[in-house]
């Protein structure tokens, strides 16, 4: 089994940054593609980046280029999401997650099997 625990969210202005972190424990040797996805309000879950271990490989969403860095620490034990030149769409509660993806990165919400519990992005 796999934990993912999110933190970093919180109120910023707009033009202002903020990173997401997201401790991973458990069977992590499982995850091999790791990402963040937002959801906002009456809205479909939606990827933002994502992560593949093996070549590393990543996603992002094309809202976000330029914009958001996605990283590893200390072998997929952590996966932080720099996020830069916010602005008030970027508002979401955003989500970690976790899946095997064995030969491919995985880039869409419904293929990852392991997920935290979310953290409140606002940007005003």
């Known amino acids: 089994h796999v934990q993912l625990v999110e933190s970093g969210g919180g109120s910023v202005q707009a033009g202002g940054s903020l990173r997401l972190s997201c401790a991973i424990s458990?069977?992590?040797?499982?995850?091999?593609?790791m990402g963040w996805f937002r959801q906002m309000p009456g809205k479909e879950r939606e990827t933002v980046a994502v992560i593949y271990t093996g070549p590393r490989t990543t996603y992002y969403a094309d809202f976000v280029k330029g914009r958001f860095t996605i990283s590893l620490e200390g072998a997929r034990v952590q996966v932080n999401l720099q996020m830069n030149a916010l602005t008030p769409e970027d508002t979401a509660i955003y989500y970690c997650?976790?899946?095997?993806?064995?030969?491919?990165?995985?880039?869409?919400?419904?293929?990852?099997?392991?997920w935290g519990q979310g953290t409140q992005v606002t940007v005003s």
């Open positions: 997650a976790g899946t095997a993806a064995k030969t491919h990165i995985a880039t869409q919400p419904h293929e990852f099997k392991y």
């Open positions: 458990g069977n992590v040797d499982s995850v091999k593609c």
